[in-house]
């Protein structure tokens, strides 16, 4: 059974950095997509970052140049390094884990628990 397990998140002020990691277990990590969602109070979740096995990455639009997404497929672990934090970024970060024939457009089945990120003004 797949499973994955974040840490990482914290209070910082804005302008600073937190970096997130997320460890996989219960599946062949080299066969899946893994990335980071984030879910705000009263909005939807949303993506911010994947990463596929060959490390190609894809950035939502409001953490372009502010986040970096990794991955290590030895340690079978993705990391999220977010620089310049913003107020707006104020979430519950979820790690996931799509297949990698499976639409882009969507997550996969796989989450992590979560962990919460909170910047102060």
């Known amino acids: 059974q797949a499973q994955l397990v974040e840490s990482g998140g914290g209070s910082v002020q804005a302008g600073g950095s937190l970096r997130l990691s997320c460890g996989a277990s219960?599946?062949?990590?080299?066969?899946?997509?893994l990335g980071w969602y984030r879910e705000a109070p009263g909005k939807q979740r949303e993506l911010v970052a994947t990463?596929?096995?060959?490390?190609?990455?894809v950035y939502a639009d409001p953490v372009k140049g502010r986040f970096t997404i990794s991955r290590d497929n030895v340690k079978k672990m993705v990391y999220l390094q977010m620089d310049s934090l913003k107020p707006e970024d104020t979430a519950v970060y979820y790690c996931?884990?799509?297949?990698?024939?499976?639409?882009?457009?969507?997550?996969?089945?796989?989450w992590g628990q979560g962990t919460q990120v909170t910047v102060s003004s």
């Open positions: 219960g599946f062949i990590f080299n066969w899946y997509v």
């Open positions: 990463i596929s096995s060959g490390d190609d990455k």
């Open positions: 996931n884990a799509r297949f990698y024939t499976a639409p882009s457009e969507k997550p996969g089945a796989d």
